[in-house]
Each structure stands twice: as C-alpha cells, then as structure tokens.
C-alpha cells in the first residue's frame, strides 16, 4: 500500500464533487433510434464535413431546454432558496484531457444553443478537444485553482459557482456528458445542472418498425434531474422530445448561422469523450 498527496490537477473535480452533493438527482433513460442522424452525417461527411453524436445532442439540448424554461434553471439556498431562470441555453460539455501530465476531466461551456447552427456547435466542440489545456486561456481560471491552497481553492470555488448571476457562463444551464467512445451502453452523472445527459455509445440493435424487426443503431440516452427545480413529468416530456430531435433530424433545423464555415474533416472520427465531474 502507498498513499500521496491528492494531485493538484485534479482539485477542480474534488470541488464539484463536494457542491454536488446538495442535489436530488433522479434518473431516467430512453433508447434513441440514430438513423436519422446517421444519414445526416453521412451526407455531410460527402460534402466534407464531419460532425460528433455530441454536437448533434448538444443542439437537441439547446431546442429542447428552450421550450422548459423550468429545466434550463438553477437553485440555490436551503433557508431561502432562489430559482434562476436562464433566457439562453448553455451547454456544459465534459472532456477527457491531460493537463500538467494527468489525465483529467475539464469542462467548457457551449452558449446560446437554442440558436446555434450545427456548424458553429461543431467548431466550438472540436475547438476545446484538441487544444492544449495546458496553454489555453479559457483554462488558466482552473491551473490558477490547482495552484491555491485547498480550502481557499474549495471556497473559491463555491463562491463563484454558487452564483446565481455568473452560474450559466461557468456551469451551464444544462450539462452533457459522453462515454460512447467505449463499450460502455448507458450511465447516469450529476453535472451540477438541473438536468444532466449522458451518452452512451451508438450500436446496432434490433428495433420494431411498422410491426416488422429491423437492425438500427441506437444510443442509449440518459437523463438526470434535480428533483428540487423541476418533476418527473417535466424531465420525461424533456427527454421524450431529445428523442424525437434526434429521430427525426433532418436538414439542420437552423440552417447556416452568420459566420458559420464549414467543420473541416479531421483525420479521425474522435468524438469528444469525458467522465462525470465538473
């Protein structure tokens, strides 16, 4: 046996893990029939284009959670609670990386989803997975985190994400979380958002169709909800209409936005992949 000083580089999701802990997750799960997104993608990779599952869920998200303004919302307090209202949705995407030679879980921040087209969703995802974290600014507020002394670190940390004013740009308003690029089928993490997705990988399985069984791929899709900000009733409609996004995607339902250019063909299909923490 051999113990050692809790690594500095993984502070940040110690932190998370503490503010977490006041949540009331509850957990639901659907599978999601992706042919549709299948021939979307396919269609764009001829034209050169390469787009993520996550990408596609991140956009979903945004639809959705602008018509529940219920879920796209933030509590704090316990002897006065507040609930804050999002007007934008901002996606809370976690990533697999290696910062100061350890690997870690770090998280960007995708805004105004609700109005983003696929391409500008894209380029903001394929931005954070092959950067440096070590080098990017976006993430010095973090190596400046790991460099405190553990109880300002951990008071510093609730102090900004309990903000209620500040939360969306450093949190979210809702979280989505990946491990499809492993074996693994489906999972359940608390992103410190009222509502939580994580996705699993996409498979070929059975399905019933016009009463006949046929082979699609399919993704599981899970859903965690902070019990305290919204019901079960509200988080199964968020979740029945993700689904039928995805099942039903067709050309980008918002088309080119102002600036959006085409998401260059990497040499790989890595997806963005994470774990649960902050």
């Not at 580089?9 to 932190?15: D, G, K, N, Q, S």
């Not at 809370?92 to 609700?114: F, M, Q, S, W």
């Not at 999972?187 to 990988?201: A, I």
């Not at 919204?230 to 099942?247: M, P, Q, S, T, Y």
């Amino acid at each position: 046996m051999s113990d050692s000083r809790f690594p500095a580089e993984r502070r940040h999701t110690l932190y998370h893990c503490d503010e977490i802990r006041s949540a009331a997750p509850v957990y639901l799960d659907t599978e999601v029939d992706m042919t549709a997104v299948g021939h979307h993608r396919a269609a764009a990779r001829g034209d050169g284009r390469r787009y993520s599952v996550v990408a596609y869920v991140l956009q979903a998200a945004g639809r959705v959670l602008a018509r529940h303004p219920e879920a796209n919302a933030a509590i704090r307090g316990r002897l006065r609670p507040r609930v804050a209202r999002h007007p934008s949705v901002s996606g809370k995407l976690t990533l697999d990386k290696t910062l100061g030679g350890r690997r870690v879980v770090l998280a960007t921040v995708v805004p105004e989803l609700e109005r983003s087209g696929l391409d500008t969703v894209q380029r903001q995802v394929d931005r954070f997975r092959d950067g440096d974290p070590d080098r990017m600014p976006e993430f010095e507020p973090v190596r400046r985190l790991h460099r405190l002394p553990v109880p300002l670190g951990r008071a510093l940390f609730r102090l900004a994400t309990r903000s209620l004013s500040h939360r969306s740009e450093l949190v979210g308003t809702v979280a989505v979380t990946s491990l499809g690029h492993r074996p693994v089928d489906g999972f359940q993490s608390v992103g410190g958002t009222t509502v939580t997705l994580g996705v699993g990988r996409v498979v070929d399985r059975a399905v019933v169709r016009n009463g006949a069984v046929v082979v699609a791929p399919v993704m599981r899709l899970s859903l965690a909800f902070d019990h305290r900000v919204i019901d079960g009733a509200e988080a199964a409609d968020v979740l029945a209409e993700l689904k039928e996004f995805l099942e039903t995607y067709g050309p980008d339902p918002t088309g080119p936005q102002d600036g959006d250019q085409p998401v260059a063909t990497p040499a790989t299909d890595r997806r963005p992949t994470s774990a649960s923490g902050p």
